[in-house]
């Protein structure tokens, strides 16, 4: 009763000019200009995902682009179908974060487990909307930890071949226990299906934006004043590291943080709070 379905409505203009009709090409310059008035110049384009309430006082999880360019979200709750128009507390593109909030009583959040407890090979099970067929509950396992290169400043994917498919976006991914550790967002695929790799942001990095995003609007981030690149194992040889593992300082921004703290370029960031850094993706 935790995952919900998220149903999305948004107006998409369309032309109605008589070129695309092609009667100039018939009729010559005569129908220049002109407009069937009788014809519809935006029409709805419905969207299909789903959520997660992680709070009493309705307060869902969703993906940033299950909503993006919506103008209404609903939300149907399980098992009985009731919808309620959803409010769009706040959106992270950086991160494909949403939260939603919808005035209902008697909701069942769910637990909220610690993603960076997860191991490789831990049981899984997504839970869904996929395709629009209604709940559904699919098992696998984690498969991968700190996957990344989806196109996302902030990543830090689960990767799991528990099937998720267009419609789960937005969606728990649940340990054996039902804990939510991560929301659903993307699957890797030529043909659109499940093929057995999907990735879901660690409920950790979610929860945090989250966190932001109601006390904010925004995701308020910590600034260092850096850029970073990874440490190439040749890099690593030069510095004297034990392994190509860190982030190195390319540049520093005047009068940053980072500058007033002593950071150069050439600089190897090893570790942040007491955390070793694998590479800049894991500093970010």
């Known amino acids: ?69 919506a103008d209404t979200a609903k939300v149907a709750l399980s098992p009985g179908n009731e919808e309620y128009t959803a409010e769009v507390i706040g959106v992270d593109p950086k991160s494909d974060v949403a939260v939603l ?5 008697g909701l069942q959040p769910i637990e909220i487990g610690d993603s960076d407890q997860i191991l490789v090979g831990d049981l899984v099970l997504a839970i869904g909307n996929p395709f629009g067929v209604g709940q559904t509950v699919t ?72 966190e932001s995003l109601i006390d904010h609007g925004h995701v308020v981030r910590g600034y260092l004043g850096v850029n970073i ?7 690593a040889a030069h510095f004297g590291l034990d392994e190509n593992a860190g982030a190195l300082v390319a540049d520093v921004v005047p009068d940053s943080p980072a500058e007033a703290a002593g950071l150069k370029a050439g600089d190897v960031v090893v570790e942040f709070g007491g955390k070793k850094i694998k590479d800049s993706r894991h500093l970010k």
């Not at 129908?31 to 006082?57: A, H, N, Q, W």
């Not at 909030?101 to 009583?105: C, V, Y």
């Not at 071949?161 to 939510?180: H, T, W």
């Open 229 to 235: 690149q990874d440490v190439q194992p040749a890099m």
């Open 1 to 69: 009763p935790s995952v919900v379905k998220v149903f999305t409505t948004s107006e998409v203009k369309v032309s109605n000019r008589r070129e695309n009709l092609g009667l100039e090409r018939f009729f010559g310059n005569q129908f220049r200009g002109f407009e069937f008035r009788d014809m519809p110049d935006s029409k709805p384009k419905t969207g299909l995902g789903s959520g997660v309430i992680v709070s009493p006082e309705g307060y869902i999880l969703t993906n940033n682009h299950v909503i993006d360019g």
């Open 139 to 210: 098992m696998g396992m984690v498969s991968a930890k700190g996957r990344a290169h989806m196109g996302l400043d902030y990543e830090d994917f689960i990767q799991t071949d528990a099937a998720i498919n267009p419609g789960n976006s937005g969606g728990a991914l649940v340990d054996a226990e039902g804990r939510l550790i991560g929301v659903n967002t993307a699957i890797l695929s030529q043909s659109g299906g499940n093929l057995g790799i999907g990735f879901a942001i660690p409920v950790n990095l979610a929860r945090s934006v989250m």
């Open 101 to 105: 909030k919808i005035d209902a009583d």
